[in-house]
T-cell receptor
Framework: KQEVTQIPAALSVPEGENLVLNCSFTDSAIYNLQWFRQDPGKGLTSLLL?????REQTSGRLNASLDKSSGRSTLYIAASQPGDSATYLCAVRGVAAGNKLTFGGGTRVLVKP | DTAVSQTPKYLVTQMGNDKSIKCEQN?????MYWYKQDSKKFLKIMFS???????INETVPNRFSPKSPDKAHLNLHINSLELGDSAVYFC????????????FGPGTRLTVT
């Protein structure tokens, strides 16, 4: 059974620092991995999708890496801003899981001005 | 021109009642999903439909019945509501079932009293 873990559960940084968010998964047989952002009381916004054949994806200040063999993905957010404060979720689309998305518990990020 | 919309946004009801949540996507996607986010913020898949056909049905009580009148709509009907059904329910869609990005609706916060 696929399990997805995100550590730390919460993170507080001063504005301008780079953010590093970790995601690990137990079954490396995946189709892709997706990073989402969730603001309080809101839905999920897709940030990046990395296919299993890719090693990284970039969008603006965001960069996500994928090491499928070790079951890890890292989301980097450069030069953090207070507007980056949110909960970040990673989700894995697993082969054995019947093509379902399995979510991690999220990392709650606070960027202090 | 919201991509994935849900109604209502908030739903407060008493135990034993029957209620429905509606979801619509205007992205032309073939696949739609229902997720439940519990009080601990874990997101779990409940159902998935592809072109109006059920393809994922997690171990969800049969009090929950999804209905897809067409591929742009996936509604969730819940019978005999229980306290434990209180959660945020998210609808999502993707281009197809082969593993593309999933786009989420804003969520419906259900409170059962």
């Amino acid at each position: 059974k696929q399990e997805v873990t995100q550590i730390p559960a919460a993170l507080s940084v001063p504005e301008g620092e780079n953010l590093v968010l970790n995601c690990s998964f137990t079954d490396s047989a995946i189709y892709n991995l997706q990073w989402f952002r969730q603001d309080p009381g809101k839905g999920l916004t897709s940030l990046l999708l990395i296919q299993s054949s890719q090693r990284e994806q970039t969008s603006g200040r965001l960069n996500a890496s994928l090491d499928k063999s070790s079951g890890r993905s890292t989301l980097y957010i450069a030069a953090s801003q207070p507007g980056d404060s949110a909960t970040y979720l990673c989700a894995v689309r697993g082969v054995a899981a019947g093509n379902k998305l399995t979510f991690g518990g999220g990392t709650r990020v606070l960027v202090k001005p | 021109d919201t991509a994935v919309s849900q109604t209502p946004k908030y739903l407060v009801t008493q135990m034993g009642n029957d209620k429905s949540i509606k979801c619509e996507q205007n992205l032309g996607h073939d696949t739609m999903y229902w997720y439940k986010q519990d009080s601990k913020k874990f997101l779990k898949i409940m159902f998935s439909y592809n072109n109006k056909e059920l393809i994922i049905n997690e171990t969800v009580p049969n009090r929950f019945s999804p209905k897809s009148p067409d591929k742009a709509h996936l509604n969730l009907h819940i019978n005999s509501l229980e306290l434990g059904d209180s959660a945020v329910y998210f609808c999502a869609s993707s281009q197809d079932y082969s593993g593309g990005e999933q786009y989420f609706g804003p969520g419906t916060r259900l409170t059962v009293t």
